[in-house]
Structure formats: C-alpha cells, structure tokens
C-alpha cells in the first residue's frame, strides 16, 4: 500500500463522474466488510447510486436487486481497498452487470483478485520517482519546491527510504 490507489481513484471519479446516470464510490470496502458486513455494502452500493433504501435480510437478496436496480444504467462504480473475491461477487457479479458505457474502478493490493474475477484490464498504479517525490517532499515539508541545498541530505535519504511511496514521504 501507499502508492496512490485511493487518491488516483478518487481523482478519476471526481473527473469524470458527471458523465453517468449512476455513481457511486465504496471507500474501505475491506474495512467496511470486515467492521459492517457485506449486506451493509450492498445496501451502500444501491443508497448512494440510486437512493435505494429498503433493506434486506441476505446477502443473496441483494444481488439481483443490484443486477436488476443498475443493468440498464450507465453506472461509475469505485471499490476502494477490495481483498476479498467474494465482495467483487456481491457487489458487481458479472463484469457486464450494468449498462452500455458503465465502469468499474478496483483498487487492491492483490492483482490476482482481480483476474480471479475475470477482470482483464488492470492498472498498476507506480510509485514516484525521485524527482517525483522530491517535488512532493519539498512541497510538503517546506510548503515550496524552491531548492534549499542544505537540506540535500536528509531529503535524498527520506526520499530513498520512502521507496517511491508518496504516503512514506
């Protein structure tokens, strides 16, 4: 973790989101499962895309009302922080659930999740390099990305600790 999956998510959701009939973005799923359980997602999922409120007692309830609720829409759908085949399943089910023109954005740290799932486009996400991250780390800690040369140590020896990893700096 730590790359950016989250904050790149959430950048293309903020960009691109008017463009559908039905939106929706799941932050922690993994959390939210573990803490919530699934039915709790599933009723997330349909609350905040289509304002669907009515509970259910099963996880295998939701399911078709997912499917039947959103395969005609065109729907933006971001699971953050997925680790578990079986939330992919009750949350989205088959790759083409939902109408022309929908997408689906997974962010996990397991890429074989993802292909387990019969998902074939993935995007990994990479870290910084080390211009990359000096710009941040200046940025960050002296609030400019004016060179000051006296701190050229430490930052070179913070940005090769970080690894490239934008939340390490």
Do not use: M, W
């Amino acid at each position: 973790g730590g790359v950016g999956k989250t904050t790149l998510a959430q950048a293309v959701y903020n960009s691109i989101a008017k463009q559908f009939e039905c939106k929706c973005f799941l932050h922690n799923v993994r959390e939210n499962s573990d803490k919530h359980g699934l039915i709790y997602l599933q009723e997330q999922l349909l609350s905040k895309s289509i304002g669907f409120k009515e509970p259910f007692g099963h996880v295998n309830e939701g399911i078709p009302i997912i499917r039947r609720r959103l395969c005609q829409k065109k729907v933006l759908l971001i699971l953050d922080d997925v680790n578990k085949l079986k939330q992919l399943q009750v949350l989205i089910g088959e790759p083409s659930s939902f109408g022309h023109g929908s997408r689906v954005i997974i962010t996990t740290r397991d890429k074989h999740l993802l292909s387990s799932h019969g998902i074939k486009k993935i995007y990994e996400a990479d870290g910084l390099n080390e211009e990359q991250a000096l710009e941040l780390l200046r940025t960050k800690a002296f609030k400019s990305n004016k060179n000051d040369s006296r701190y050229d140590y430490i930052l070179n020896r913070a940005i090769k600790y970080a690894s490239g990893l934008p939340l390490a700096l």
